[in-house]
């Protein structure tokens, strides 16, 4: 071991706590590269296996009802690889207390050899020829929240039958790997919401649609014109009630999970830099320190024939050894952190073929860019070692001549206490350091408002959804298109104190050539039980004269306010309506996209007065699981919402976020902690002769204490007020980065948020303050005053 190593090891040994913190913000940064970036590619990995071992369909259609003799014909068409018929619905499952949902979609035998086939956990496939009645299999989720055991049975109602599913396994296949209703359910409610898997022949016999399908799947042969064979498609299936078709990439499953891998790689972008930039700014100050105290040893060197290139290795190497303890540490927690976050995702997902490998190539792009960042911050720092002669450097740099500092002339004019006036100068002598330290707090601020407003988000996202635009406390939804007056049952209900109907219509909305589905719901004019926006002003009355649009559909179709739109029922039963309307607004929507209409102006589509397909009660209080119940024999009536354990199921659902939130925290902590821990560390000892001097004059050593932590009040303190607006802006900027058409998040930061972010950056301060100046007490005046010029 030559004289350098020696020397480049003591020196890390003499700054053993610099050199952690260092190290700690360098890991942090590998440990959030490597964990995101390796459970990206394993997600991605585990998607595409899934994908393709069960044949991914790439387009999907919905029509009221085909014979299956058509998919022969589909499949004939130029650019069709393949295609597969299917019945898929949605029934209440008859439960004791309460009512649950079903989706049911049915399966061909042998299920392997068609799109979208299925993947069995636990139990056995379906037979189609059961003595038991009809055999089901459902989602591993639902199976597991309600207790289920082989062979219970289900019971489901569809067009006022009950029937009896005998439940024999456990399945999924790749469109419900994320099982929810639609957009506006969020999350899983596996309790209330499940899949159920039909074979396809009892299916048929059991819903009276023998020999009848209602979705086709198709794949496209590679390479072909996928625009021209979609069209094709249509046309034959056009006169059989086309509903709505969409590729792969809006399929409500795939696009959420999609939408979770977008968020896992961005932050596994621009994150791991933050930390890494920031560590080489800590490095890069502190070689400039060691070079500045070290100017005679390394004149000495130099006269015994050390070159520069040797010397700035020496200290170059300081900062290269700090990137690679880094890595290493970083890499080694990553990939423990990055089998968690895979196994999570994947079962969150019901991805079945994950595995938590370990990329060589992010391993590597991670030492990679921890040795670069800390290359440059050493040979940047260190290449000042060059200009230092050997004579020169046996006696202290000259001081630069300065003429009256803008500083001095500043603090002249306000009456300061002397100690805060010392502190300013201290200060104006280290612009650098005082940089570093004000934008590392701004960054660590930022982090903190953005974790904290993830509560801030999700109780915005609730007011909005459940509290201030709904004041009702069930709503239920009929099986089939009703008359107003057939509510008359409900309304004779013990406890029920107002009903107020509602339409829900499919449609396809045209303009200028191009057309969208959309969803239409038709209120009464004296609605008083919800509440929706209409050009940014909440409302309950929606004008007999127009319709209002959601706000993402009329940008699709490019439609402003005043426009006339074509609208096209897609109603399951009867023929389809087309209708000229006036665009009177638009409606912003967080969750989902509804457009609004009037309900005597959405009869008047069907030329008809009163037809409803559910409606909103108010309740008397204390009645509502009395009423529920009673709603619940109620065959015709296919789904029953309560406010009230929608926003429980949500609540109990926040887990995954309390766990993102506390990370997150304890990354700006650890950001801001070594950045004010190095800059008052060095501080301390660049002035540990002054703060001797102080003390012999009677400075006591609280009053020394106060001195230097006046300087990181100033610059933490000018770093906090920065990052409480820049918190702002990267929240901001976060949800606009993974908002979907789907989706449409509000960044929201309470004041709260302010002061929660301000009082943590103010804790990490203090602590890192008394940790750099804990050696205060034990300073050696003697040594310290000792003239070594």
């Not at 303050?769 to 034990?778: E, P, S, T």
């Amino acid at each position: 071991m030559n004289v350098l190593t020696r020397r480049l090891l003591r020196s890390i040994k003499e700054k053993k706590g610099q050199v952690f913190s260092i190290v700690t913000v360098v890991m942090v940064g590998i440990i959030v590269y490597i964990s995101m970036t390796a459970s990206y590619y394993n997600l991605k990995e585990a998607q595409e296996h899934f994908y393709t071992d069960n044949h991914m369909a790439d387009y999907y259609f919905q029509v009221v009802k085909a014979p299956e003799q058509l998919l022969k014909d589909i499949e004939n068409l130029p650019g069709v690889y393949q295609v597969t018929g299917r019945i898929t619905l949605d029934a209440p499952i008859i439960r004791g207390e309460d009512r649950a949902s079903a989706r049911i979609v049915t399966y061909l035998t042998p299920v392997n050899e068609q799109l979208n086939s299925l993947h069995l956990y636990s139990g056995r496939l379906f037979e189609e020829s059961s003595t038991a009645g009809i055999e089901a299999l459902v989602d591993p989720d639902f199976f597991a929240a309600n207790n289920l055991e082989w062979n219970d049975t289900v019971c489901i109602a569809h067009l006022g039958q009950a029937f009896y599913l005998s439940i024999v396994g456990t399945a999924s296949s790749p469109d419900y790997i994320y099982p929810i209703k639609d957009a506006s359910m969020i999350i899983p409610d596996p309790i209330n919401f499940g899949i159920f898997m039909l074979p396809q022949n009892q299916a048929q016999q059991a819903f009276d649609m023998v020999g009848q399908i209602n979705q086709v799947l198709l794949k496209f042969t590679p390479g072909s014109d996928h625009n021209l064979t979609v069209e094709a498609v249509k046309q034959i299936l056009e006169p059989y009630g086309l509903l709505s078709s969409y590729p792969c990439d809006d399929q409500l499953s795939h696009s959420i999970l999609e939408m979770e891998l977008t968020q896992l790689r961005s932050v596994s972008y621009y994150l791991p830099f933050v930390f890494l930039l920031l560590a080489a700014a800590i490095q890069f100050i502190i070689i400039r320190r060691m070079i500045f105290t070290q100017r005679p040893q390394i004149g000495i060197l130099k006269a015994l024939g050390y070159s520069n290139r040797q010397i700035v290795i020496y200290y170059a190497s300081f900062a290269i050894i700090i990137g690679l303890v880094g890595a290493i540490l970083g890499t080694v927690f990553g990939l423990l952190l990055c089998g968690i976050m895979t196994q999570a995702y994947a079962m969150y997902f019901n991805l079945p073929t994950y595995t938590a490998s370990y990329n060589l190539s992010t391993i590597s792009y991670g030492f990679l860019l921890s040795l670069s960042v800390a290359l440059a911050a050493g040979w940047l720092a260190a290449r000042k070692v060059t200009a230092i002669h050997p004579a020169e450097a046996m006696r202290p740099e000259l001081p630069q001549a300065k003429g009256k500092s803008s500083n001095g002339l500043l603090l002249s004019r306000f009456r300061l206490p002397l100690e805060w006036k010392m502190s300013i100068r201290s200060i104006s002598r280290n612009r650098g350091r005082f940089a570093l330290t004000m934008v590392g707090v701004t960054f660590s601020v930022g982090l903190l408002i953005i974790a904290f407003s993830f509560n801030d988000m999700i109780d915005n996202m609730m007011n909005d959804y459940f509290y201030n635009s709904q004041s009702y406390d069930l709503l239920v939804r009929f099986d089939k298109v009703l008359r107003e007056h057939d509510l008359t049952a409900v309304e004779q209900i013990d406890g029920v104190l107002k009903v107020e109907p509602f339409i829900e219509i499919p449609v396809r909305i045209h303009y200028q050539g191009r057309k969208e589905e959309d969803i239409l719901v038709g209120y009464g004019r004296n609605m008083t039980l919800k509440t929706i926006k209409i050009n940014n002003q909440s409302t309950s009355i929606i004008p007999e004269d127009g319709i209002v649009l959601a706000e993402r559909t009329a940008k699709k179709l490019g439609v402003s306010i005043g426009d006339v739109v074509e609208v096209e029922t897609l109603m399951l039963v009867g023929p389809p309506y087309r209708e000229t309307i006036r665009v009177i607004g638009e409606s912003e929507q967080m969750i989902g996209g509804l457009s609004y209409i009037n309900l005597l102006r959405a009869n008047q589509i069907f030329n008809e007065r009163s037809l409803v397909s559910g409606a909103m009660l108010q309740v008397e209080r204390g009645k509502t699981e009395e009423v529920e119940q009673q709603l619940n024999e109620m065959l015709t009536i296919s789904a029953i919402i309560s406010p009230d354990k929608e926003i429980k199921t949500f609540e109990d659902n926040l887990g995954a976020v309390v766990y993102a939130v506390s990370i997150m925290v304890i990354f700006a902590f650890i950001l801001g902690f070594a950045i004010v821990f190095n800059t008052s560390l060095m501080n301390f000892l660049e002035r540990k002769r002054e703060l001797a001097s102080l003390k012999v004059m009677g400075f006591s050593r609280k009053e020394l204490s106060r001195l230097l932590l006046n300087e990181s009040i100033i610059q933490s303190g000018l770093g906090i007020l920065l990052g409480l607006p820049f918190g702002k802006i990267l929240a901001h900027y976060y949800i606009a980065s993974v908002e979907t058409d789907m989706y449409s998040f509000q960044a929201a930061v309470y004041p709260l948020t302010y002061f929660y972010a301000a009082a943590s950056a103010t804790v990490f301060v203090l602590i890192a303050h008394r940790l750099a100046v804990r050696d205060l007490k034990n300073i050696n005046l003697v040594e310290a005053l000792k003239n070594k010029d």
